[in-house]
């Protein structure tokens, strides 16, 4: 089973800038496609940035232009690079790592999350 671990949240002020990380444990990180999720209170989580195994991004509207997603297979880590930040970004960020498995199956694994405040 994949473990997952963010770091990076915090407070900023609006218009600031933070890089969210995760790393993943075991081996086989090349092959998963890994995907960043937000949920901010009273909503429901929704998807923020993904990036493929071979490298393909794919981004919410509500936050293209201002951030990016990357990946370091060296290191069994995926980033969230946070820019120009508002305060309906606020929210709790989660990482998933989702990857093939045996018999055809599809195996998910979330992180614990990490909370981004933006408030002045």
């Known amino acids: 089973q994949v473990q997952l671990a963010e770091s990076g949240g915090g407070l900023v002020q609006p218009g600031g800038s933070l890089r969210l990380s995760c790393a993943a444990s075991?081996?086989?990180?090349?092959?998963?496609?890994m995907g960043w999720y937000r949920q901010a209170p009273g909503k429901q989580r929704e998807l923020v940035a993904a990036?493929?195994?071979?490298?393909?991004?794919d981004y919410a509207d509500s936050v293209k232009g201002r951030f990016t997603i990357s990946r370091d297979n060296a290191e069994n880590t995926v980033y969230l690079q946070m820019n120009s930040l508002k305060p309906e970004d606020t929210a709790v960020y989660y990482c998933?790592?989702?990857?093939?498995?045996?018999?055809?199956?599809?195996?998910?694994?979330w992180g614990q999350g990490t909370l981004v405040i933006v408030s002045s």
């Open positions: 998933n790592d989702r990857r093939p498995g045996s018999g055809g199956r599809v195996l998910d694994a």
């Open positions: 075991g081996s086989f990180f090349s092959i998963a496609d």
């Open positions: 990036i493929t195994f071979g490298g393909s991004t």
